[in-house]
């Protein structure tokens, strides 16, 4: 032994998520991120000893699977750190974030690829809800212009929304498509027939849930949407 005691080396894991939308984007593909976190930790002297990955996960809500691992894992794993590529990553919520930090991680450190955040620090923790803050805005503010543009849609007695089977668009109006009257008559006369839903849903092309709820519904109720509308 020569004398001096060993620096003991920082242990992390790695948090990735892509939402479904987000996918097809290299920026903030699962790989693309876990490169980012792998390079970070190499960089920080740091050793990398997990990655939870959540596909296709969106960040409303802590309800996703590999993250409730991880911070079930955290409780008895040794880890000093979570590494993101970004907070968006994590949470868009201040109430979230906070829970994450203050409660779930157990005294985990916090650290963001871009922008070099560490929550182990006063001005880390300042950074990080400041940021946090602003996804929130960012998520609300998005919120509002969606409802806003769907208001000015309705007002203008525009169709919003799923255009059921029987239907179709134009010019922003709701109106009947003959060829699917047809065939909701024709699926109807099937069924009092005997035809099971397998079948009359190869025949028309349309699922076995979509062939249930129109045989089984009035075509005056059916055709509510547009009287409705």
């Not at 693309?32 to 000893?49: N, P, S, V, Y």
């Amino acid at each position: 032994m020569t004398g001096q005691k060993a620096t003991k080396k920082i242990k992390a894991v790695g948090y990735v998520r892509v939402s479904t939308e987000e996918q097809a984007q290299v920026g903030v593909s699962l790989a693309a991120q876990e490169d980012r976190i792998r390079a970070f930790c190499t960089a920080k002297g740091w050793m990398l000893a997990h990655l939870y990955r959540d596909e296709a996960r969106s960040a409303k809500n802590l309800d996703r699977p590999e993250l409730q691992r991880m911070i079930c894992d955290l409780k008895g794993d040794g880890v000093d750190v979570v590494v993101i590529l970004k907070l968006d990553r994590l949470t868009r919520s201040v109430r979230d974030l906070g829970t994450l930090i203050e409660d779930l991680f157990g005294g985990v450190a916090l650290a963001a690829v871009d922008g070099s955040l560490d929550s182990s620090t006063a001005s880390g923790r300042m950074v990080v809800n400041l940021l946090a803050t602003v996804a929130q805005w960012e998520r609300e503010t998005t919120v509002e212009r969606t409802k806003a543009a769907l208001d000015y849609k309705r007002d203008r007695g525009e169709w919003i929304g799923r255009v059921p089977f029987g239907f179709r668009v134009e010019d922003a109006k709701l109106v009947e498509n003959p060829e699917e009257m047809k065939a909701i008559v024709s699926m109807k006369r099937g069924y009092r027939r005997g035809q099971s839903l397998s079948t009359i849903a190869r025949k028309h092309g349309v699922s076995k849930s979509t062939v249930y709820r129109i045989v089984t519904t009035d075509l005056r109720e059916l055709r509510r949407p547009l009287r409705s509308w």
